[in-house]
């Protein structure tokens, strides 16, 4: 059973840092592109970033030179640096992944849990 666990949330003030992270287990055998959206009370869900499995980022307009996303391949597991935190950018993160697990030729995409970011003084 594939799964990602997301944590690292909080309550932080502006201006604060929090990295998130999301962690994907079972049996797999590969993970391609991984992303984070985000959604705030009374808001569609909207894309905050995606890297691919070359390496190559993408940020949405509202984050760019803010947040940082990475990934560790040798654990599954990727990251999403967040500087500068605005109360703008308190919303439930959630991380998704394009997996291909063991046993399949197909590739799933598969959602985290979501994590509460606060930013608030």
């Known amino acids: 059973q594939v799964q990602l666990v997301e944590s690292g949330g909080g309550l932080v003030q502006p201006g604060g840092s929090l990295r998130l992270s999301c962690a994907a287990s079972?049996?797999?055998?590969?993970?391609?592109?991984m992303g984070w959206y985000r959604q705030a009370p009374g808001t569609q869900r909207e894309l905050v970033g995606i890297?691919?499995?070359?390496?190559?980022?993408n940020y949405a307009d509202a984050v760019k030179d803010r947040f940082t996303i990475s990934r560790d391949g040798a654990t599954n597991t990727f990251f999403l640096q967040m500087n500068n935190l605005k109360p703008e950018d308190t919303a439930v993160y959630y991380c998704?992944?394009?997996?291909?697990?063991?046993?399949?030729?197909?590739?799933?995409?598969?959602w985290g849990q979501g994590t509460q970011v606060t930013v608030s003084s």
């Open positions: 998704n992944a394009d997996i291909t697990p063991r046993g399949s030729t197909y590739t799933y995409r598969y």
């Open positions: 079972g049996s797999i055998v590969s993970i391609t592109t």
């Open positions: 890297i691919t499995a070359g390496g190559s980022r």
